[in-house]
């Protein structure tokens, strides 16, 4: 393909949604618990795993051998622990969701959607932080510099891939200051292992209640990625086989939260 082809216009698409289309759509559909839980790929098994994203091949082998990994509605999340970019402290997803179910929204500063919805999960935060707690976490780069480019025409955010857990804090230190984040921002490990397990790149909402359950389990960022109910990514290409899989979320998590504090 040319390189004229994978300029799309919006900054995940780069080809990405068109080589992902011709992926069957059963693969992505099963409803079967076990077959899902063998289908489940470790950071050991994943070869994309710790790696920067460096071309629309790469994004396209790296989803779809994680697209099973995510939990579902009504499972238990995979428990964490991970340090806090601002004070290094490491906090646990028990901790996270012990008073009140956590909100999880996964995200990278070389991505444009969390820049462009900012000011959604700052207002979410405010209008919600009586019923559910919030906490960011920060995973692989989306756009590393000299990597996936974003498409041409759209606002460029590209940083350079962090070459250690140093660095990773330092990006997500970035983005939680220059956005006034108004949640704790932790950050994922060098291996990527909350990316892979929780399917989670480029970004990706979870809820998890006080019992370690998934209430709420967004579908697959970036094109279905819905943090309020009149945000649509509109990306040219979207992979419509990908759209309300079994087992996640459909409404926003607007919807859902205004739901929770009912």
């Not at 710790?50 to 082998?61: C, D, I, L, N, S």
């Not at 250690?164 to 330092?170: D, I, P, V």
């Not at 979870?206 to 019992?211: L, P």
Request: glycine residues 8%; aromatic residues 12%; hydrophobic residues 40%.
């Amino acid at each position: 393909m040319s390189s004229r082809f994978f300029s799309f216009r919006r900054a995940f698409v780069g080809g990405f949604c068109a080589i992902l289309l011709p992926v069957s759509p059963c693969a992505a559909s099963t409803s079967d618990s076990e077959d899902a839980a063998q289908s489940i790929v470790s950071p050991e098994q994943d070869e994309w795993a710790g790696k920067p994203v460096m071309t629309a091949e790469h994004v396209q082998g790296m989803v779809v051998a994680r697209l099973h990994n995510a939990p579902r509605l009504g499972e238990k999340a995979p428990p964490f622990s991970l340090p806090e970019a601002a004070t290094g402290k490491v906090l646990s997803l028990a901790e996270l969701h012990a008073d009140k179910p956590v909100v999880l929204y996964f995200l990278s500063y070389s991505c444009h959607v969390p820049h462009e919805t900012a000011g959604f999960f700052a207002s979410l935060h405010e209008r919600y932080r009586q019923v559910a707690n919030f906490a960011a976490v920060y995973i692989q780069e989306a756009h590393p510099e000299g990597g996936f480019e974003p498409a041409m025409g759209q606002e460029r955010f590209v940083i350079p891939a962090p070459r250690s857990f140093g660095q990773r804090a330092e990006a997500a230190l970035r983005y939680a200051v220059e956005k006034n984040l108004p949640f704790p921002m932790l950050v994922d490990s060098m291996d990527d292992s909350l990316a892979v397990r929780w399917g989670a790149w480029p970004v990706r909402i979870f809820v998890v209640g006080r019992d370690g359950t998934v209430l709420y389990a967004g579908q697959v960022g970036p094109w279905f990625f819905k943090p309020v109910a009149n945000y649509d990514a509109n990306l040219f290409g979207t992979p419509r086989s990908y759209e309300n899989l079994p087992g996640y979320s459909r409404e926003s998590l607007e919807e859902f939260l205004r739901a929770l504090g009912k």
